[in-house]
């Protein structure tokens, strides 16, 4: 990447009177889709992720999936349970993870992801990977693309030379991958997927429009709260209709509620009879584990852009130094999602880091390098705002299905996460091969 390149920046366009208008009704063109979008917030316009940064980002993607994917099966394999011990599972866990060590579920679990990026001063950092089925991105950045099309003048958003480039739409590469887990060929039949959510998230729209653009796909797609969902035999229904693959839409720590694990092991069950394919099996968790980032024995942090963040397991022998270094260290829990437990040192006082710290020993967390990120000027009702904004790299059956921004405004030290109020919005960039078209490259003004 071109050190004089910013990662990340704003159309022209964007600040156009004329956009700027357009841009302000984007948030009721979205809830007229969803009410959830409401919550799940879309930005006034699109960003653009230069070829540079989008390169780096998307070859440690997948240097990094590649080297988690080994870690979890060494760990599996280990019969004693001690690693998957030390990563933070207790032993009924460790126990129910390793019954499904097969090196079909760990390929599947290992074929859909999004690592997430800070965008510091030396370049992009990859700080988290989300593995399995809610990576994020899928349906809303379709959605996004879909609105931003519709708009009057989007032409102009973006200028390119080759008019093949356009933002992401992950539905496509998506797809393709759903139809190689039920062995259907693109010209086969319609097969048939439902989109199993929790009962606390069933009113949002990323599964919602995520069903939508399977359907565009070539898929009959629906969602289905786990309660309406039946297993018999080798046989899976939703709506009293026959499915071929289910989809669970959980992160770890809903999959080990009882209800919801209960559904699993029985869909586990139903495709160890011949039944539809699960996607994804549990063991994805394992691969989305932060201290599965943690260096090993004689590993040396990684080092400059691309790298991953240096991240450490917290324990006793290293407390006294992360007492000393609060103020360049995050203190994440190594199981845990949507940013909850998060402790980011420069942000609290010394006290409650140390306090936070102390009882962090009592289950499994990492000590990951701060990185500082910029600020962007995006556009906002009545003029502009400095935000900071992360990266995530959608990743599909290794494939880059595109990028994903998220925002919170500059200043706030706030996890960017859509649950909790961060915008969301596509980061068109040029095509990283020729089987998945990522998006757009334009000549931008403000940027990162």
Not at 112 to 139: C, K, Q, S
Not at 239 to 267: H, K, N, S, W
Request: glycine share 12%; charged share 20%.
């Amino acid at each position: 990447m071109r050190s004089n390149e910013p990662a990340l920046r704003v159309p022209d366009a964007a600040w156009d009177a004329s956009f700027s208008q357009l841009g302000t009704a984007l948030p009721a063109r979205f809830a007229a889709h969803h009410e959830g979008y409401r919550r799940i917030r879309p930005a006034f316009a699109p960003l653009v992720v230069s070829s540079g940064a989008a390169r780096v980002m998307w070859d440690t993607t997948r240097t990094c999936m590649a080297r988690l994917r080994d870690r979890a099966s060494r760990a599996l394999a280990d019969g004693s349970g001690s690693t998957l011990g030390g990563l933070g599972h207790p032993p009924d866990e460790a126990s129910w993870l390793a019954s499904m060590h097969t090196p079909a579920a760990l390929d599947m679990a290992a074929s859909f992801a999004r690592a997430d990026f800070v965008l510091g001063p030396g370049g992009p950092r990859l700080v988290e990977i989300n593995v399995g089925p809610t990576v994020g991105g899928i349906g809303i950045l379709d959605r996004y693309a879909e609105v931003v099309d519709e708009l009057p003048g989007a032409a102009e958003l973006f200028r390119s030379e080759s008019p093949g480039e356009r933002l992401p739409r992950p539905a496509v590469p998506w797809g393709s991958a759903l139809r190689r887990l039920v062995d259907v060929p693109p010209d086969g039949p319609r097969p048939r997927i439902v989109l199993a959510v929790t009962d606390e998230e069933a009113d949002i729209p990323i599964p919602h429009d995520a069903a939508h653009y399977l359907t565009g796909q070539g898929f009959a797609a629906t969602v289905a709260r786990t309660s309406e969902i039946s297993f018999d035999g080798a046989r899976a229904e939703a709506g009293g209709q026959r499915v071929d693959l289910v989809y669970g839409c959980f992160t770890y720590d809903e999959v080990i509620t009882p209800r919801y694990r209960t559904f699993v092991d029985a869909a586990l069950a139903c495709h160890a009879r011949g039944g539809p394919v699960y996607v994804a099996p549990p063991v994805f968790s394992l691969l989305g584990n932060k201290a599965m980032l943690a260096t090993e024995d004689g590993e040396q942090p990684p080092d400059g852009p691309g790298g991953v963040a240096a991240t450490r397991l917290l324990t006793p022998d290293v407390l006294s130094w992360a007492r000393a270094e609060r103020e360049h260290l995050v203190l994440k829990p190594a199981i845990g999602y949507g940013g909850r437990g998060v402790v980011i040192g420069r942000a609290v006082p010394a006290e409650v880091w140390d306090e936070r710290l102390a009882a962090a020993l009592d289950r499994p967390h990492v000590l990951q390098d701060h990185v500082a990120s910029g600020s962007l000027d995006l556009p906002v009702p009545g003029g502009r705002a400095p935000f900071e904004v992360g990266v995530g790299c959608l990743y599909v059956d290794g494939h880059c299905a595109g990028f994903l921004a998220r925002g919170v405004p500059a200043g706030t030290d706030g996890v960017a996460n859509v649950h909790q109020g961060a915008f969301f919005a596509p980061a068109a960039c040029e095509p990283l091969d020729e089987h998945i078209p990522a998006g757009l490259a334009v000549s931008g003004s403000e940027g990162l």
